[in-house]
């Protein structure tokens, strides 16, 4: 993801949309120094860092706040609505690697998670709930694979077409064939009967639930799915195929429907008023923003995110000369900010760059993997550069 608040942060992001000066400082920055207003404290600080940044953003100065607004009240009710039903200790909500979606006011989930991969229904109706544990199956088998197709902030049923589904290939049934139409999605569930399906408990009420293994080469599958958008956005940008991957890989285990409470979206994690504000005004050359829809399709969110790592790689890191050194500051840059990236080698970012340069690729990668600012941005580095890896090895084969 380009950029994460925090809950803590939150509060001091509210606090500063009540002084023109730091409503400002949010919206003339780019993207990558969002990380930096978190040092700001007063609004003499405020005052010349706005200066300094110009008059970014300046048409439209309430966006960046008004956007995180929006996402963390979707969420709000969400985690309302859900809570009421299934208790204040719930917490399965969407998030970058676990689809989750709920129906039938809330008595009913699915639970898709990218890591642990695994699909699990399970439902809080008492009443017949084998017949709606084997409908839940039914509708996350056969769920739509465009993210634009499903409201993951509430209710509203699943809408199924003749498209393929989302997790086609990624469930096996007993005849060990993947599961494209709703025939052989409805005799899957009615495999499962009363003995099969397990319970728990929540809210004092008893859960009932299935779960099943996702097939092994999931990922794999998932991955396929994107290959030709991923080599036209490589081809587009000047930007390596396996550092697209890595990174889709890293944000999403490529999920289209990731979503985080910092207003990012989709398979690449971008935040429409930060990178795709930049994008679409550096790169498309457009007075506005990508909308959430927009960064749901696979299409434009992959053009997106590459299109930001081609901002980093020829703007905002071009002067770090060893292309090694400027990949892993990319990356970084990427999760944390590349002012978070300079601030690792000096203060001042003219000497940063002075610094990384003097130093060779692999000092600046024990560098941003030990002493960056940001400690979520360490472990990215190393984990984008170790997806890296495992993908020109398996092409190499």
Known sequence: MIFKFSKSYCIPLKKLALFVPLVLILISCSTQELNELAQITNVQDAKVYAKKKGNYYKKNPQKLNNDLKKIHQLFTVLESNVRKKWGEEENDFPTKKIYVKYTNQYQDKVIVNFDKNYLRVETIAQ???????????????????????VDMFSDKPYVLSNKEPFLYQQVKDK???????????????????????????????????????????SQVIRSYKYA?????????????????????ETESSFNPYAISHANAYGLM??????????????IKERDDQPTKQYLFNPANNID????????????????????????????????????????TFH?????????????????????????????????????????????????SK
């Open 127 to 149: 009443k017949g709930y084998l017949h709606r544990i084997q409908s839940l199956m039914v509708q996350a088998l056969l769920a739509p694979d465009d993210p634009n197709d």
């Open 175 to 217: 005849d060990n064939q993947p599961i494209r139409w709703q025939w052989r999605a409805e005799r899957y569930a009615k495999t499962f009967v009363a003995t099969d399906i397990k319970t728990k408990k929540a809210n004092n009420k008893k859960v009932f639930y299935i779960e099943v293994p996702l097939t092994p080469k």
């Open 228 to 248: 030709s958008l991923i080599q036209q956005a490589s081809r587009k940008y000047n930007i390596k195929e396996s550092l697209i991957y890595a990174i889709i």
């Open 269 to 282: 994690q971008v935040i429409p008023s930060t990178a795709g504000k930049d994008v679409f005004n550096l």
């Open 304 to 343: 997106t995110g590459t299109a930001y790592l081609h901002i980093l790689n020829t703007r905002y890191l071009k002067g770090v000369s060893k292309a090694q050194s400027r990949h892993y500051s990319i990356i970084s840059a990427y999760n944390g900010g590349a002012g978070n990236v300079f601030k």
């Open 347 to 395: 203060s001042n970012r003219l000497t940063a760059v002075k610094v990384i340069n003097k130093k060779t690729s692999q000092q600046t990668y024990d560098q941003l993997t030990q002493k960056n600012p940001i400690a979520e941005a360490r472990h990215y580095l190393y984990k984008v550069i170790k997806y890296e890896k495992e993908f020109l090895q398996n092409t």
